[in-house]
């Protein structure tokens, strides 16, 4: 069954503001904030968008209402995390599934998001938008980035080739795949699995990327998926960064690169 597809986003309409995961304060998103509404877009937060508590975004069920609250608001056309982190497990039991099933829009992040991704591919038939976040656009990011972010939530027609020209593209294996994009966050795609949210890979081309990873943990996660039965099942893969690697080896004859560890475990994949 095709998923459903929200309808393209236009200047004017209005984006809903969440904080599903960490806090962030306001002074620290305003950049952000501001390239949206240079693009012509509303904004409406969240009413707890700016709790805190601890290195949560506010309590759980808070963080929960306000993710309800965007999707039952006819005026909300598309729903933007503000940043990652943490948290955002601890609120998937509070999340209203018929509500959101019954008003189809866009939800846009990346990250700690990566959680509400896998239940949403789970619980709906929606497409979901692994994109950058408020906290992403704060920073002294291309305009080649916000284009491509607006390009996706603009157009109807599908992204087409994607321009790379900022990225260090390379081919593990040659190949033609097509099918559906699932994954994110390799950290928390791993954390989901043995949960209702496990990724589903089957037949599907698996997306992953990560920060601050030594390489035995990408190693562990891979190998984790691996027996899971995970990657046996996707049909391919694209590969992110795993960045600041090497911030954790201070002997480089102690560690395997990255890139062994790609070559290691997803080559033979094919």
């Known amino acids: 069954m095709p998923r459903v597809k929200p309808s393209a986003l236009r200047p004017g309409d209005t984006i809903g503001v969440v904080s599903p995961s960490s806090y962030k304060a306001l002074e620290a998103l305003q950049p952000g904030i ?3 509404r240079q693009r012509g877009y509303r904004l409406l937060f969240g009413e707890h968008a700016f709790d805190r508590r601890g290195y949560l975004a506010g309590e759980d069920r808070d ?3 306000d993710l309800n609250a965007m999707f039952a ?3 909300v056309k598309a729903v933007l995390c503000t940043r990652g982190g943490y948290g955002a497990s601890r609120i998937l039991d509070y999340l209203d599934w018929d509500l959101i099933r019954a008003h189809p829009k866009p939800l846009i992040g990346y990250s700690d998001i990566t959680t509400l991704h896998l239940a949403f591919l789970r619980q709906t038939e929606m497409v979901v938008f692994y994109a950058p976040m408020i906290i992403t656009l704060a920073r002294d990011v291309s305009s080649l980035v916000v284009d491509n972010l607006f390009d996706l939530l603009e157009k109807p027609q599908p992204l087409g080739t994607y321009d790379t020209r900022e990225g260090n593209v390379q081919t593990l294996v040659p190949g033609v795949v097509e099918g559906e994009l699932t994954g994110g966050c390799l950290c928390l795609v791993t954390a989901a699995c043995g949960t209702p949210e496990q990724v589903d890979a089957r037949g599907k081309i698996l997306c992953l990327e990560d920060v601050d990873e030594p390489p035995y943990a990408v190693d562990r996660m891979l190998t984790q ?3 899971c039965g995970v990657l046996d099942e996707a049909a391919g893969f ?7 690697w090497e911030q954790h080896v201070s002997d480089p004859a102690e560690t395997l690169t990255i890139e062994q560890i790609w070559q290691d475990i ?3 994949l094919g």
Request: charged letters at 30%.
């Open 225 to 227: 998926l691996k027996r």
């Open 34 to 36: 501001d390239k949206i």
């Open 238 to 244: 694209v590969i992110g960064e795993i960045t600041n």
């Open 266 to 268: 997803l080559v033979p």
């Open 73 to 75: 608001n006819p005026e």
């Open 63 to 65: 963080r929960a209402a």
